[in-house]
Every structure is written in structure tokens, then in C-alpha cells.
């Protein structure tokens, strides 16, 4: 209680959603109205961003905040050429506009349907954060550790003030080009573009599939007694079917 007080004082906005809850209900969020994200909403979200955890607490992570400068502008600008070139070869390649694509009322039709609004418009998004890592040894396959749950924090946080993003990874193609354009020095590993803004619609339940498909107990492949989902939780039926396990 004494460091929820604390954190009043500091006039850090609190809500009335639960952990639980929000934790349950955040939702990868590609439509935005206009509005702009007032700076005091940005501080409450970046700094939940900037409590996340990371290994021996060296805080490798940076964050650039792209809003309305011109030079901001001109990162949305770049980084959204490259999102549609990505999302054209994802929706060719995986076929978004065949089989039960084809069907306008498909998941599958609206899912490319989102994407496509979402890329087309990705140049207008009201804020844009560039999650960096800065390296302290060589590049390993762990080391997003120390950046990612800081990514998530600062999802749960616009989640919690009424807002909401989605990480992509659009700026891949235009690595190089954005670090110039920012002055991110080529150690700096950019991990990801997040979008922010006001939905256009809401959070909700997330979907996803039955627990004792992802949850195991003592053996691989072999769901846990407890796992069990709570009542009137609905599924997603995206996602690759779980594999068939073989007997050892």
C-alpha cells in the first residue's frame, strides 16, 4: 500500500482495471482515431515501460518516441514504405486472398482486410516507439529478454489509460536508413516499431487456444490436471493445428 501512495504522489495516473484484467484483455489494437497521445498520458505509459525487468538489472533499453516533428514524420514515412512492401509479399505469400480468404466475412479476409488499413495508414499514427536495445556483449539468442517485458509493460500501461499499439517489426527493411535519420548509433539493436494511439474501437477478451494445448505438467506434450480454462472463455482457431505427439 505504501508504494501504491508513493506513486500517487508522484501524480502517476491510476485506473480501475486489475492486472488480471488487463493482462487478459490486450488487444493488439491497428486502428487509431486522430487524436493525439497528450505527453502526460506518454510519461504514465513510458514510465511503466521503463520499470521493466532485465538481466542484472542493467536496463539495456532505450526508447524513441516519434510524435509530430518533421523529423518523427519522415520516420513514420520511411518505416511505412516498408510496412506495405512487407504486408504485399505476406499477403501473397501466404495466401490471405484465396481459399477461405476469398469469403469477405472470413477471419482470414478480415484479418488482411485490418492489415491493409493498418499499413496504408501507418504513416498517421499518432505515436510511434522505437524499442531499443543497447548492446553490452555480442548478439544472443537471449538477449531480447531484457527488452521485451518492458515492451509489454508499456502495452499493458496504454491499455490501462484508455489507449493502445501493437508491436511490429516493419522497420526491419529500413534498419539502416531509420538509424541515420535518428542518430541511433549501428550497435543500438532496434527490436521492434510499436504504435500507439486512441482505438478506434475497444479491448476485449483476447482469444486464444485452450490451455491444455500450450499448458504441460510433467511431460512434454501431456497437458497439466489444472489447466483448464475459466468458464466461458472462447478460442481462436488461428494459429497452426497442435501437432500430434508421438509415443516415445
Same mark, same amino acid.
Given at each position: 500500500?505504501?508504494?501504491?501512495?508513493?506513486?500517487?504522489?508522484?501524480?502517476?495516473?491510476?485506473?480501475?482495471?486489475?492486472?488480471?484484467?488487463?493482462?487478459?484483455? /490486450?488487444?493488439?489494437?491497428?486502428?487509431?482515431?486522430?487524436?493525439?497521445?497528450?505527453?502526460?498520458?506518454?510519461?504514465?505509459?513510458?514510465?511503466?515501460? /521503463?520499470?521493466?525487468?532485465?538481466?542484472?538489472?542493467?536496463?539495456?533499453?532505450?526508447?524513441?518516441?516519434?510524435?509530430?516533428?518533421?523529423?518523427?514524420?519522415?520516420?513514420?514515412?520511411?518505416?511505412?514504405?516498408?510496412?506495405?512492401?512487407?504486408?504485399?509479399?505476406?499477403?501473397?505469400?501466404?495466401?490471405?486472398?484465396?481459399?477461405?480468404?476469398?469469403?469477405?466475412?472470413?477471419?482470414?479476409?478480415?484479418?488482411?482486410?485490418?492489415?491493409?488499413?493498418?499499413?496504408?495508414?501507418?504513416?498517421?499514427?499518432?505515436?510511434?516507439?522505437?524499442?531499443?536495445?543497447?548492446?553490452?556483449?555480442?548478439?544472443?539468442?537471449?538477449?531480447?529478454?531484457?527488452?521485451?517485458?518492458?515492451?509489454?509493460?508499456?502495452?499493458?500501461?496504454?491499455?490501462?489509460?484508455?489507449?493502445?499499439?501493437?508491436? /511490429?517489426?516493419?522497420?526491419?527493411?529500413?534498419?539502416?536508413?531509420?538509424?541515420?535519420?535518428?542518430?541511433?548509433?549501428?550497435?543500438?539493436?532496434?527490436?521492434?516499431?510499436?504504435?500507439?494511439?486512441?482505438?478506434?474501437?475497444?479491448?476485449?477478451?483476447?482469444?486464444?487456444?485452450?490451455?491444455?494445448?500450450?499448458?504441460?505438467?510433467?511431460?512434454?506434450?501431456?497437458?497439466?490436471?489444472?489447466?483448464?480454462?475459466?468458464?466461458?472463455?472462447?478460442?481462436?482457431?488461428?494459429?497452426?493445428?497442435?501437432?500430434?505427439?508421438?509415443?516415445?
Amino acid at each position: 500500500m505504501a508504494d501504491l501512495h508513493h506513486l500517487a504522489e508522484t501524480g502517476l495516473t491510476t485506473t480501475d482495471i486489475s492486472l488480471l484484467e488487463g493482462l487478459c484483455s /490486450t488487444r493488439a489494437i491497428r486502428r487509431y482515431r486522430d487524436d493525439p497521445v497528450p505527453e502526460p498520458v506518454l510519461r504514465d505509459i513510458l514510465f511503466a515501460a /521503463t520499470r521493466g525487468p532485465s538481466g542484472s538489472n542493467r536496463q539495456p533499453f532505450r526508447f524513441v518516441v516519434l510524435t509530430d516533428s518533421d523529423r518523427a514524420q519522415a520516420a513514420k514515412d520511411l518505416i511505412a514504405q516498408g510496412a506495405r512492401k512487407l504486408w504485399a509479399f505476406k499477403r501473397k505469400n501466404d495466401q490471405y486472398d484465396e481459399g477461405s480468404g476469398a469469403a469477405a466475412d472470413s477471419p482470414k479476409a478480415r484479418m488482411a482486410n485490418v492489415m491493409q488499413t493498418y499499413v496504408d495508414n501507418f504513416a498517421n499514427v499518432p505515436v510511434l516507439v522505437l524499442p531499443c536495445l543497447v548492446r553490452y556483449r555480442e548478439p544472443t539468442p537471449m538477449e531480447g529478454a531484457s527488452l521485451y517485458p518492458a515492451v509489454q509493460n508499456l502495452l499493458l500501461a496504454a491499455r490501462a489509460l484508455g489507449y493502445g499499439g501493437v508491436i /511490429t517489426g516493419f522497420h526491419g527493411s529500413v534498419d539502416e536508413e531509420l538509424k541515420e535519420l535518428l542518430g541511433i548509433p549501428q550497435e543500438v539493436f532496434i527490436g521492434c516499431t510499436v504504435t500507439l494511439g486512441k482505438p478506434q474501437g475497444g479491448h476485449g477478451p483476447v482469444r486464444r487456444r485452450p490451455m491444455h494445448e500450450l499448458v504441460y505438467g510433467d511431460r512434454w506434450g501431456e497437458a497439466a490436471d489444472w489447466a483448464i480454462d475459466p468458464p466461458g472463455t472462447r478460442y481462436t482457431k488461428a494459429g497452426p493445428p497442435p501437432a500430434k505427439q508421438s509415443a516415445p
